[in-house]
């Protein structure tokens, strides 16, 4: 779950002015308590975010930490009075205006990596480290199974407050103000308070503008037993459509996680955007959502599926009165915004999308007539279909969940192979990312099964023909029970 907690929603509340209290707009602790338990009693965990970096202007440490210099909570956040007038260095926010605001109460400037409204916390306290660290035990005392770090990596800033490079402008520019080495030391600790509580998981969210760095967030991960269980590495949602580019992407994400380091894969989120609008789309658009299903289904490590994904909803063009996002109202035209993400996700084809029977604060997106849970759950080779086989065949299939991965990759085929493989079972995954008909070459001819494939009508599920044609965008996985073991 995104942020759901008291907030001015200055940004749809990563903006919290009360972390152990929900907004009314969400409804009531109670309804939370309700939540979780319902979930819990169909064995569907839940996990919320954790915005550990910064707070509302409007949160009760920041009102007081404002108020004066000499006020005890005044270390909560960063401070620093300028030089020679100006502003204390050249670091900027993600949308690239100065990170530091003048306070009008002391004159003084507090630094706020993302709004003004959003001043950052000052880890070096430890107080802060204190009054966060039980505010998760709050979460974790009644029962929820897990969280996302907001932003990560941006919980430390180098101390002297060193100007970033001006080479940094044309990369990632961001070389003192994040990626600090003492968070790691926080995030061992964090890890020790979840591994107090039994079966809860953490997972980070490791931003690195284009093209990501998978290095950087399996970093995060330490040893793979002493950090964060999981790191979101955008790297894929920012890797061209070919099977060559997403072989290398996968290939180095897989080389750079530490030992006993786990796995997880995202392709749309709700501030990049959705994966089917990232990857050429329109054009075969419910294909490659396929093909991208079967990817994310198939690949070793936890498969992260942002809401409407299932049914391949896509970005919605969201006109400039009716922008929430901040960011899109400030960079308009230039960039709209975040907001085309997060509409209402589509349940069926009536008013609102079956969203609501209120009109929704964002529009639902002109295609919900046909791209809608309701139609595509009867409709034999939808993207949901799909989906569910998928699901279905990771659950049957245990090589799926815990098989080791192999890339079998030829240069030029226009297609990604790879095999997972156990002790007793080997899978392999063809997928075709080129508009061509392709054949695979280099799988076992005998006794392999095509366990599932994304053109329905084309072919049936049975034994494997060799040699094996793939359609355009289409997605293949044969499974075969091993004869080599020992
Ligand atoms: C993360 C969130 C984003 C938010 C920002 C500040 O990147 O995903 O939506 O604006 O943090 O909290």
Redesign the pocket.
């Given at each position: 779950m995104s942020p759901i907690y008291a907030s001015p929603l200055v940004?749809e509340g990563?903006d919290i002015s009360d972390y152990t209290a929900i907004h009314p707009r969400y409804g009531t602790m109670e309804d939370f308590n309700r939540l979780l338990e319902e979930a819990h009693s169909r064995n569907i965990r839940v996990m919320i975010d954790l915005?550990l970096n910064?707070t509302s202007v409007l949160h009760p440490w920041f009102t007081e930490a404002r108020s004066s210099t000499t006020h005890a909570r005044r270390d909560w956040y960063i401070w620093h009075p300028g030089r020679k007038g100006r502003k204390p260095n050249n670091w900027l926010t993600n949308f690239g205006r100065s990170a530091w605001k003048r306070d009008e109460a002391t004159g003084e400037y507090y630094y706020h990596s993302?709004f003004p409204e959003?001043p950052d916390l000052n880890w070096r306290n430890p107080e802060v480290k204190k009054a966060m660290f039980n505010m998760v035990k709050y979460w974790l005392a009644k029962g929820v199974d897990g969280f996302r770090l907001?932003?990560a990596n941006m919980l430390f800033k180098e101390e002297g407050l060193t100007n970033n490079p001006a080479w940094a402008l044309v990369s990632d520019r961001n070389v003192y103000n994040r990626n600090q080495p003492e968070v790691y030391e926080l995030l061992r600790a964090f890890r020790r308070l979840l591994d107090r509580y039994p079966g809860r998981v953490s997972i980070g969210?490791i931003?690195v503008p284009p093209p990501g760095n998978s290095r950087l967030a399996a970093s995060f991960m330490g040893n793979g037993q002493d950090m964060l269980h999981m790191a979101f590495d955008f790297t894929l949602i920012f890797t061209r459509w070919s099977a060559c580019a997403f072989y290398q992407a996968l290939s180095k994400y897989y080389r750079v996680l530490p030992g006993g380091g786990w796995p997880c894969f995202v392709f749309s989120n709700?501030?990049l955007g959705r994966a089917v609008n990232h990857y050429l789309f329109p054009i075969d658009k419910e294909k490659k959502a396929k093909l991208l299903a079967t990817l994310l289904l198939t690949l070793r490590g936890t498969p992260f599926i942002y809401y409407g994904d299932e049914i391949g909803m896509c970005n919605r063009h969201i006109p400039r009165s009716r922008i929430r996002d901040r960011y899109g109202r400030l960079l308009y035209p230039f960039y709209t915004g975040r907001d085309k993400a997060r509409t209402p996700m589509q349940w069926d084809n009536t008013s609102h999308a079956g969203f609501s029977p209120a009109s929704p604060w964002l529009p639902v997106h002109r295609n919900y007539r046909q791209c809608n849970v309701a139609s595509q759950q009867v409709q034999e080779g939808s993207v949901f279909t799909h989906y569910r086989k998928l699901l279905q065949l990771r659950r049957e299939l245990p090589v799926l969940q815990q098989g080791t991965i192999r890339f079998l990759y030829k240069r030029q085929a226009g297609y990604l192979l790879y095999e997972r493989t156990t002790d007793e079972k080997c899978c392999w995954i063809a997928l075709n990312f080129s508009p061509f008909v392709r054949k695979v070459t280099g799988l076992p001819e005998n006794e392999a099964m095509v366990v599932y494939h994304s053109s329905d009508n084309r072919r049936m599920c049975g034994r494997a023909t060799f040699p094996l044609r793939l359609f355009p965008y289409e997605a293949v996985v044969i499974g075969k029970e091993r004869t080599d073991r020992k």
């Open positions: 940004d990563y915005v910064h993302f959003q907001d932003v969210e931003y709700h501030d």
